[in-house]
């Protein structure tokens, strides 16, 4: 009996989302001779039950384009905006999946969408994910599509940035994508030689990084490129933050929850903009003009890389092989050369840090690079 399978993308819009679907469609329908339909931006169109047909003349040609021609939202299933207030739209969306006879429901996405898938499948549904984000910091798996991209603009951004730093001998401060993870920072840094790198992995001191920058002025060096992940943060405010998590995770009632809450809110606040703060505070401890850019989105679009084309294809083709076999509740893995199923229950809920002794991190150090430890 001929399979139906739905593909949806969730979360941010990342390189290599079109060249997964079409991996997954050109491998279901012409190699495995299965039906493939599309959700509108994700979950919610499943809720919607908005669908698009993905036949040959609609996967045609968009291997190249960057984004996601289903379009893509963060909407989850169980908390769900309908009319100004939150739904649990869980059985919707599997009504919709019976009322369109699907075998399967294949969701393109990062962290919270394994989650998501996870609930789903809880719900009696058969799911299986692939690995998305340009963070990186999907667990086990080797990488996910969209990182290579960003890594490509991020270093490219960086390189452009070494010559009016130069030219007017400033600290020109870049803010990367990463809130949690700083593969994109630390990648970057050390591709386009920041002289420093701050990831959310490893408080900084800004006074270790003022003395770095100092350092190379009394080298001869007049300017510095300071890579700053968007979740970096300062040593003070990371022991305030692990204080407020630890008052929030032995809170004995609801108050206590709430106000641990509060306390935690109130430093994310704090942290915002904080490239522009490490700016102001960096010209201040070291004399020298500093400019800050921050990449924001242009690191999560255009035309994905040939590895991330690559990759997409591939763990597309991967998952359509894996639901000719009936293989379920999983997420395809990238494992060297192989693409491995793992288990939702396995990564829902982690995240792929950056290991202090990895060795990217081990490289940076011995080519000079501070990491304002």
């Not at 169109?45 to 040959?56: I, K, M, P, V």
């Not at 919270?112 to 798996?141: F, H, S, W, Y």
């Not at 390189?159 to 009016?164: K, V």
Request: aromatic share 4%; glycine share 12%.
């Amino acid at each position: 009996m001929t399979k139906q399978i739905g593909i949806l993308t969730a979360g941010g819009d990342s390189p290599g989302l079109n060249a997964a679907i079409r991996g997954v469609g050109k491998a279901a329908q012409g190699y495995y001779g299965m039906r493939v339909i599309g959700f509108r931006d994700g979950f919610r169109g499943l809720a919607e039950n908005r669908t698009q047909q993905l036949g040959g003349d609609v996967l045609s040609g968009i291997l190249t384009i960057g984004g996601t021609i289903l379009g893509t939202s963060r909407d989850k299933p169980h908390k769900m905006v309908i009319g100004g207030k939150i739904h649990d739209m869980t059985d919707a969306i599997v009504e919709n999946y019976h009322a369109n006879h699907l075998d399967v429901l294949v969701c393109l996405g990062g962290g919270g969408t394994q989650k998501n898938a996870l609930r789903l499948k809880q719900n009696g549904l058969n799911v299986i994910t692939l690995p998305k984000t340009i963070d990186n910091d999907v667990a086990l798996t080797d990488v996910t599509f969209g990182f290579d991209t960003a890594l490509g603009i991020a270093t490219e951004s960086i390189d452009r940035l070494h010559s009016t730093a130069h030219s007017h001998h400033r600290i020109i401060v870049v803010e990367i994508m990463g809130h949690r993870a700083g593969w994109l920072a630390l990648g970057a840094g050390i591709a386009g030689g920041a002289d420093v790198i701050l990831l959310p992995e490893l408080p900084y001191d800004v006074n270790s990084v003022a003395e770095a920058i100092r350092n190379r002025v009394r080298g001869g060096k007049k300017f510095s490129i300071v890579a700053v992940a968007e979740g970096a943060i300062p040593r003070e405010l990371a022991e305030q933050q692990t204080a407020a998590q630890h008052l929030k995770e032995n809170a004995t009632n609801k108050d206590e929850k709430k106000k641990a809450r509060k306390a935690l809110e109130k430093l994310e606040q704090e942290h915002r903009g904080h490239a522009i703060q490490l700016g102001i505070h960096l010209e201040e401890l070291t004399g020298l003009e500093s400019r800050v850019t921050i990449l924001g989105y242009l690191q999560r679009g255009g035309t994905p890389s040939a590895g991330d084309r690559l990759l997409a294809t591939r763990l597309g083709s991967a998952c359509a092989n894996l639901i000719n076999q009936e293989v379920y509740g999983v997420m395809v893995a990238a494992r060297g050369d192989q693409a491995v199923p793992v288990a939702l229950e396995e990564v829902a809920g982690k995240r792929r840090l950056v290991p202090l002794d990895h060795p990217w991190i081990e490289a940076a150090r011995h080519v000079g690079t501070s990491l304002g430890d």
